[in-house]
């Protein structure tokens, strides 16, 4: 069995690397020396960096862009963040890895699971007399910063109230 990737249409919002949530504005071919001119693009523009487009070739996109959640989609991410497992406690080396895998996938269930371990794994140190980690808050301000962007765009609500509207929907249920 052949496995389809899927397609996007104009106007539909992806999640694409490190480019976050953009529109796809158009899908055509482009004009650039080197480029075979029937080769297909998605042309998006990113939620955040306006002022360029991001050129990916129509046949790679299933690959490299996912469907943007909706705002039913983010209910439930967030109804869900109780019940979503904590990374394994394990050395630096394989937790930065694990870290970085989880950054680079944009998957939403996974940057919970980095937020999650690494605000108790920090509670935790707190409590002992320690400080947390560089390692650890550089990858907690990115997950963050991945999660609270794309539940933003979803919600309408604004990035720097996130965690606390998130908190406050954890609290009532």
Not at 40 to 56: A, E, M, N, P
Not at 98 to 107: E, T
């Amino acid at each position: 069995m052949i496995e389809r990737l899927p397609t996007f249409d104009i106007g539909e919002e992806v999640v694409h690397g490190s480019d976050g949530v953009c529109s796809v504005v158009d899908i055509s071919t482009i004009n650039i020396e080197g480029v075979p001119p029937d080769r297909l693009y998605y042309i998006l523009r990113s939620k955040d960096h306006k002022d360029g487009l991001i050129y990916v070739p129509y046949e790679k996109g299933g690959n490299m862009m996912r469907p943007a959640l909706d705002a039913k989609q983010a209910g439930e991410l967030i109804a869900s963040i109780p019940d979503i497992e904590l990374l394994p406690y394990t050395d630096d080396r394989s937790r930065e890895q694990l870290y970085r895998k989880c950054i680079k996938s944009r998957d939403c269930r996974c940057l919970v699971s980095i937020i999650k371990t690494l605000y108790i794994r920090n509670r935790d140190r707190v409590a002992t007399g320690r400080k947390a980690s560089m390692l650890d808050e550089r990858y907690l301000r990115q997950a963050e910063a991945i999660l609270y962007a794309e539940l933003s765009n979803a919600l309408g609500i604004p990035e720097e109230e996130m965690r606390e509207y998130i908190g406050g929907k954890i609290e009532r249920s």
